[in-house]
């Protein structure tokens, strides 16, 4: 089996090597024979998506490289596209996608990650750190106490590897924890799980709110004005899912009035956040620069275990775990 | 027994009124007939203090009510002072108190809640949140990766309550923890402990260092601008202790040359912190208004059954858990 890795040019902190690929190899059960190739020019591109069967990369280069109708030409006999990444909201809508072509994301790669930084969001809510960072940039010594995350509630919206992990810790340290998600199963780490349709119902309960699901278009402004205005007076919120969960300017008014005391996001619209723009100064919130699920130690890692695995499933015929469905989105 | 309550006049967050007392009464073992009185002003501590055998209050109005010589023509009957501090620091020296008496700080209050900022600390250092804080003042996207705490190590100096928690949660997430305290006793959360007079040895492998120490002479400018020097570069340091345990300067000055990494510090000289303060300013510097430990739920009550469990030990003869040696200075 062919594969290529096509890397982004410049990024020295997520590129994959073949030192990674060896050591990879060497860990994992063998999907068959695979010849690998590298490149992050233009140049490697071109000669190995030619006879790539599975091509490794970026959401940001398929979206670049396979404008609509482009594939079938430039890469004949592709099938399978893994992405380094969980979320690939960036590739919808998919009708660049032939439906014989599987798309693969790398979901599981980021549970501990973004468990520790769901965890330090709410640690940081509780004891007002978004305040004081505003405080310090008008340089104001301003006290406020806060108690501990035990017998408090969260409620966390998507309950996938980001949000299962911040399910996970928030149960350890003593929170009652509500889920969301598209349909109401249990979930081991929550104390109740609602349908997404019963949002409304839940969130007048929700002294912290913690966004950590896909964006598709089902999520696409779900926390909007009005079920800001749902969350009791005093509540904080997390956002590590994408900023078109929310509706971006309603959480600004809502922490200028006064109805949030706090919010901690790690994605904003747009991404990179231009100088300037209204987020930066809004009291109570801090701007985390899309970070927090990224372990630099580890991604690699198992990314390239994930993709091992699939490609194993593939080769036996059994459902592969990291297959993205285009018309859900995730 | 009489026992007089000496609230600070406003303060209405840590006022400990009747109805605490009752509530800790009814939960705690009786230590015998109390009578208590309550007062916030000058008259009420005027003519509670000429009769009171237990005084209860905070370490700002014992500095202020007792002058050195003051106390036997004040306060006659007096026996105990309780404080509802853990670190009385500001008491030192202790010239104003008559060796007869008895001083009780309320350490053990604060584990719940110090446990969580330390742990909080230490995932915001991991995840460069300080670093993020001074890159939103100046409306910059300046994203950097952080690893997760498992394998990573902290040095604790100081084993109370509060380092005793930080171990506890440090330990819990996979990290090695390196205690510091006067003498090497072994501690159930750290992997190794040292003698204060070991802190060169252990300074070199601290890539994380949480001060937790109390304030005395022996800690006074403990963590120096040499010793800053040993930390490895790129350090990442806390401070939960009093800010006169470091030299403030010099982790200014090792934060903007970029041999620390960030910090995130609870405690400043002088508290309040004025506006035009150097620290408020310093990049990756974190500024917390000295609210690390107290949980304004839970603060009061555990402050009273720590008082009632120390009565009861005196009722009986029993060491004090909480006694201060003046000698010592905690």
Known sequence: MRIHVQNPAGDAVFAITPEHWSAAVARNPEPGRL?????S???????AIRHAEVLLTTTKIVKERFPAGALPGLAPRLRVIACNSAGLDRLAPFDW???EITLLNNRGTHAGKAGEFALMSLLMLASHIPHFATAQRAERWEPRFGSVLAGRTVCIVGLGTLGGAAAHHARAFGMRVLGVRASPAPHPDCDEVLATTSLDTILPRAEFLLLACP??????GLIDRRRLGLLPPGAKVVNMARGAVWDQDAVCDALEAGHLAGCVTDVTVPEPLPSGHRLWRTPGLLVVPHVSSDDPNT???RTLDILLANLVAMRDGRPLPNRVDPDRGY
Chains 1, 2 share one sequence.
């Open 35 to 39: 010849d690998v190739s590298f490149a």
């Open 299 to 301: 991604y690699t890692d």
């Open 215 to 220: 964006l598709t278009p089902a999520t696409q």
């Open 97 to 99: 996608l032939p439906r």
């Open 41 to 47: 020019d233009d140049a490697g591109f071109a000669s």
